[in-house]
């Protein structure tokens, strides 16, 4: 396992082992990563090895923008103007895939579970990869985790480990589906359903 630092050097090295189909652990704004191509089944197949994973639970993708996401799900109207307001940042939208290659390799229903994070370091990786698998580097069950040195404890059998040191943040991002213009809190986190209401 390689461990480097979260600088100009660091995100290369990770985003060369992304297109290598390796995985990777990272920092975001909530808490730290753990994740790869999505558009590579063996090594999404991996990261399920990792976490001891349920098959059946999908893993949510990182991008970095609005409009990248557009490349692979559909907003409506509502949609559009929560990711607008909290994107980049804690919140993750549930929404309706576009994209059959990443449906596929993911082995999603008709959904996936999508966030721009508001962390430099990993804004910068996503520039040079668009997507990035973006599940919890934690054992599934687990507390995630804020520290790199008990992620490095917890976890093995990744590539590169990127450190940007102690995570600040309130938890967890707040996983949101929207049907008909109502919020669904999947899972509350950093942001609450009031917040998100106030848009």
Not at 28 to 35: E, L
Not at 36 to 50: D, G, T
Not at 132 to 144: D, E, K, M, P
Request: hydrophobic fraction near 35%; charge should be positive.
């Amino acid at each position: 396992m390689l461990k480097v630092s979260c600088n100009d050097e660091g995100i290369e090295k990770a985003s060369q082992i992304i297109k290598r189909g390796g995985i990777i652990v990272y920092p975001t704004d909530t808490v730290y990563g753990i994740g790869c191509n999505p558009y590579n089944i063996e090594a999404v197949k991996k990261i399920y090895e990792i976490k001891s994973r349920n098959i059946s639970k999908s893993v949510p993708v990182l991008t970095y923008s609005l409009e990248t996401a557009e490349k692979i799900v559909y907003l409506d109207k509502f949609s559009r103007k929560i990711a607008k307001k909290f994107w980049p940042g804690p919140l993750t939208l549930i929404l309706k895939v576009t994209d059959e290659k990443i449906k596929q390799s993911l082995n999603l229903e008709n959904k996936i579970a999508i966030r721009v994070p508001n962390h430099k370091c990993t804004l910068e990786l996503l520039k040079k990869c668009d997507f990035l698998v973006g599940t919890s580097a934690n054992i599934s069950g687990n507390q995630s985790s804020t520290d790199p040195e008990k992620c490095i404890r917890e976890l093995y059998d990744y590539d590169i480990f990127v450190d940007g040191g102690i995570i600040h943040s309130k938890g967890e991002s707040t996983i949101v589906e929207i049907d008909n213009s109502e919020v669904k809190i999947i899972r509350e986190g950093s942001l609450n359903k009031e917040e998100i209401l106030q848009t």
